[in-house]
């Protein structure tokens, strides 16, 4: 059964996951605004449009392309569609593949399952990519996971798990980051934010909806710490 009141935490596995999230949550601050960082940003930036991408298609709609520029922005053209449920679904789907990302690090199953997605949906959105720096990205990133996939199966270098959780991390913060910077802090009237509060007969600005997008994506970055505790225990 599983521990849901994590009686006895931490164990070993529990403390190595705590403190794995911490590292490289300091990492990540530390290098925030360098370089370094950039691939992983535009990965979270691909996971945003490629949820819109998702959102429409399940709602039997047409998606029409898709770009991730290198200033960190994006979009996804769509035709048709539930709109409002594709508009919140970047920022809140991005939040929620951070959160499936940290789980699926803590087993090697699960690590290499997400790897093969992963990989997997990058293919697929180069064939829809419609700018060179997605494109870019898809084929460097496809290179990366199968290069970390490599050592994980035929060397002593067992980073798999490590990677996913890295990427789960990122993408858990930025995407908190993001809502902040894109919907909160400042007032865009072109942002998904915006174009659903317009959509939605409910008295809420796009600021409003950005301070409840933010505080569901919180959720998802505590539940993927608390869910990969109760994995682990």
Request: proline share 2%; net charge neutral.
């Amino acid at each position: 059964m599983p521990n849901w009141e994590l009686k006895n935490c931490c164990e070993r596995d529990q403390v190595s996951f705590l403190v794995t999230i911490a590292i490289f949550s300091v990492v990540i601050l530390a290098l925030w605004r360098t370089f370094i960082m950039t691939p992983f940003k535009l990965i979270t930036v691909f996971l945003h449009e490629a949820s819109h991408a998702i959102a429409c298609k399940l709602t039997c709609g047409q998606v029409e392309g898709m770009q991730v520029h290198a200033n960190e922005g994006g979009v996804t053209q769509t035709r048709g569609g539930v709109y409002w449920l594709i508009l919140p679904a970047g920022y809140l789907g991005s939040s929620f593949w951070g959160m499936a990302l940290v789980l699926a690090s803590t087993n090697l199953i699960t690590a290499r399952i997400a790897a093969g997605g992963l990989a997997v949906a990058l293919l697929i959105v180069l064939f829809i990519a419609q700018n060179w720096t997605l494109r870019g990205l898809c084929i460097g990133f496809i290179i990366f996971l199968a290069v970390v996939w490599v050592l994980q199966e035929k060397t002593t270098v067992r980073i798999l798990r490590y990677v996913i959780l890295f990427i789960g991390v990122m993408n858990s913060l930025f995407s908190v980051y993001d809502i902040y910077d894109d919907l909160i802090s400042r007032r865009v009237h072109t942002s998904d934010a915006e174009k659903f509060a317009e959509i939605c007969p409910c008295p809420c600005t796009g600021v409003g909806w950005g301070v409840i997008w933010g505080i569901i994506s919180f959720v998802f970055l505590s539940a993927s710490i608390y869910l990969g505790l109760v994995i682990l225990s």
